[in-house]
């Protein structure tokens, strides 16, 4: 089977199409500026990217444009639309409504509009991204994944904020986490690695959004992310869990409206602004080696929480097996892992610092643990589209048993 995965914004559509057969990721590209100009950047895996400026008014003229794109003779990777079997979208917040991956009907389109009060605009592009695709490829199963899912087994005393119960019941306020489909991934793959029942992993995904997750026996216990992708760590731009009075201070002192405070916490702070250089940690990199001491700060704030998050998490579990970083950051930047677990060794983390460096060159998954560490350290690459094709595979599968 084929299966288009979907990842719907407000003003973009990402997709990529995978042959079931062997997962063969066969295309992927983003459909950018809807409802602006349009930019269609498309590329067949083995052959050169393209970005045409294509105009989409709307989802549904984006899908129509994906899916010419991808049975053109010239640009594109299969022969007829209806080679693809199901279309599966990437939700972001499934609220406490949606808790598994769920096939698109009326009664979970109407689930799925409940979040527009808690998430709107990511819960808007979704449902922009599934009318397309009904209106364009009305007979094709669809399948919504939804990234908070695999939090949803979090106990009460993880997920239940300290505010007036009443309050947080009725606006549905509660710890819900994201990243759950990434946080799934590296876990299951890390539990195959250490092959062991009742397995207490601690996994970072460390990207421009971070957080990070404790799972035991495969399930969560908690994570970092909360009501919002907000909470938790430093991120690029944005704060993570702070002292909550510091945001009706600042509001005043300023004189800054509500949208325009969210608006700072998510975009003018983290990394960024506490740096003043950049959100991307490559450009950090480069600050610090030219002696940028606002950049080090920002640099020793990230590996410190991210250290604390893995301590609160060993005592809550009662232990750690297994240590796994993922996603652009703890993939690819070994001075952060490498900060992260120094002086860990009462924890029983204890690094190999050379395998760590090289760790593209050691067998999958990678293991940068020195031999003597009770706790195994893991780089996983994260692959939030195929856990997303797997998902909507089954969930049409079952539907013709
Ligand atoms: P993600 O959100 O998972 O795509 O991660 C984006 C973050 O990963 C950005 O801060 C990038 O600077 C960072 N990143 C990507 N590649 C590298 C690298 N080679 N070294 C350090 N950071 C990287």
Not at 370 to 393: G, M, Q, Y
Request: net charge negative; with cysteine; aromatic share 6%.
């Amino acid at each position: 089977m084929y299966i288009l995965v979907v990842n719907a914004g407000s003003s973009s559509l990402k997709y990529q199409l995978f042959d079931m057969e062997g997962e063969k990721l066969l295309a992927k590209g983003n459909a950018d500026r809807i409802g602006i100009d349009g930019v269609l950047e498309h590329q067949v895996i083995g052959k050169e990217k393209t970005a045409t400026p294509t105009p989409f008014p709307t989802h549904a003229d984006a899908i129509k444009k994906v899916l010419e794109t991808l049975v053109d003779k010239e640009a594109g990777c299969i022969e007829s639309i209806d080679m693809i079997g199901a279309v599966g979208h990437r939700v972001v917040h499934g609220g406490p409504w949606l808790t598994k991956p769920t096939l698109v009907t009326e009664q979970s389109k109407a689930d799925l509009r409940k979040c527009l009060t808690i998430a709107p605009l990511h819960t808007k592009g979704h449902l922009e991204g599934i009318q397309g695709c009904e209106e364009v490829m009305p007979t094709v199963p669809q399948v919504l994944v939804i990234d908070t899912a695999f939090h949803s087994t979090m106990p009460a005393k993880a997920y239940t904020y300290p505010i007036a119960y009443e309050v947080a019941e009725k606006y549905n306020i509660r710890r819900y986490g994201f990243h759950g489909t990434s946080h799934r991934y590296v876990s299951a793959i890390a539990n195959e690695y250490l092959g062991k029942e009742d397995s207490k992993i601690v996994t970072c995904h460390i990207g421009n959004g971070s957080s990070i997750s404790a799972v035991r026996g495969g399930k969560c216990m908690d994570t970092s992310m909360g009501f919002t992708p907000l909470d938790g760590i430093i991120m690029g731009s944005r704060c993570g869990a702070i002292d909550p009075a510091i945001v009706p201070y600042i509001m005043e002192a300023e004189n800054i409206p509500a949208n325009e405070m969210g608006n700072w916490m998510n975009k003018k702070c983290g990394l960024l602004g506490v740096s003043g250089v950049s959100s991307d940690m490559r450009n950090l990199r480069k600050a610090q080696a030219e002696g940028n001491e606002r950049a080090n700060l920002a640099s020793d704030i990230l590996t410190y929480e991210i250290k604390k998050f893995i301590g609160s998490y060993a005592a809550a579990m009662n232990g750690l097996d297994c240590l796994v970083f993922t996603a652009g950051i703890g993939e690819n930047d070994a001075r952060v892992r490498s900060e992260v677990c120094a002086d860990m060794e009462f924890l029983g983390v204890k690094m190999d610092e050379d395998k760590n460096l090289n760790y593209r060159d050691l067998p999958v998954p990678a293991d940068v643990s020195a031999a003597d560490s009770k706790v195994k350290i893991l780089v996983i690459a994260t692959n939030e589209e195929l856990v997303i094709a797997r998902d909507t595979a089954e969930v049409v599968e079952g539907l013709n048993k």
